[in-house]
């Protein structure tokens, strides 16, 4: 069963898009790096409150100004957040795969949500509701450091995107968005529309339409229907801006020092 506290909206037609998942318990690590990186006794106190629900493309968890009522951790799929201008046009500034999670830094106290948080790609969530969360961190100062790690690597990230979207053409933030993609979601099969792509590197459809092409005629990807499939990662790696290799692996964790990674 999904807990009473578990509301998610389609930023279709607003219905619920959550289904329970089995009777799954989050043994372990449960697929969730995050979730592995808790202290024992911590995951111990948690495991009866936590519940795996499916997430369908299009399920919004957070608005802007949003409470933080749940907190999300990935075992697939892959969650986008995006800031909303006044215009309405939303812009992706991250994404969270089975690394991360969403809405973490509740565990520290009441917060609300700054960006929209969206299922971009379908997956399995685990999902506790956050008042729980604050309960069994607050008891563990080893479980808030991995939550002060999460949240500085979020804060070094967002620095290195904010100086890739100002000198990277887009071709190249393309390739480091799709290489970053696959990696958080655990697959080289990703099913991203135009318009997501458009918003996560901040231009036009077309010029999308026309990008991914270059890298289909290279072979590097073959891209049909709202499904990219990489065909060679090596090349798109190498047509990658130098983002995705400080971002990648332990590289962004080394640099600021921090015990957990995002990879
Ligand atoms: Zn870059």
């Not at 948080?117 to 808030?144: P, Y």
Request: proline content about 2%; overall charge positive.
């Amino acid at each position: 069963m999904i807990p009473q506290s578990v509301q998610l909206r389609s930023s279709g037609e607003g219905k619920s898009l959550s289904h329970p998942v089995g009777q799954e318990r989050a043994h372990g690590h449960a697929g969730n790096r995050l979730l592995a990186a808790l202290p024992s006794d911590v995951m111990a106190g948690l495991n009866d409150d936590l519940h795996l629900v499916s997430l369908a493309s299009g399920t919004v968890l957070f608005e802007p100004g949003d409470a933080i009522e749940q907190v999300y951790f990935p075992q697939s799929g892959l969650i986008s957040l995006m800031v909303i201008t006044r215009d309405g046009d939303a812009i992706a500034t991250g994404t969270i795969g089975r690394e991360g999670a969403v809405g973490l830094h509740r565990g520290l106290g009441k917060r609300r949500s700054f960006s929209r948080a969206t299922a971009q790609v379908a997956g399995h969530v685990w999902v506790i509701a956050a008042s729980k969360f604050e309960l069994a961190i607050g008891a563990s100062t080893a479980a808030r450091d991995v939550i002060c790690d999460y949240t500085e690597l979020l804060w070094a990230e967002s620095q290195q995107l904010a100086a890739c979207n100002a000198v990277h053409d887009a071709a190249s933030r393309l390739c480091r968005s799709l290489l970053q993609s696959a990696d958080r979601a655990g697959s080289d099969q990703l099913p991203l529309t135009q318009e997501a792509l458009a918003n996560a590197l901040g231009v036009r459809r077309t010029s999308v339409t026309l990008l991914a092409q270059g890298l289909q005629k290279k072979g590097v990807i073959r891209y049909a229907r709202g499904m990219i499939h990489i065909l060679d990662r090596s090349r798109l790696e190498a047509c990658a801006c130098e983002c995705y290799q400080v971002m990648k692996g332990e590289g962004l964790s080394d640099a600021i020092g921090a015990r957990t990674s995002r990879r």
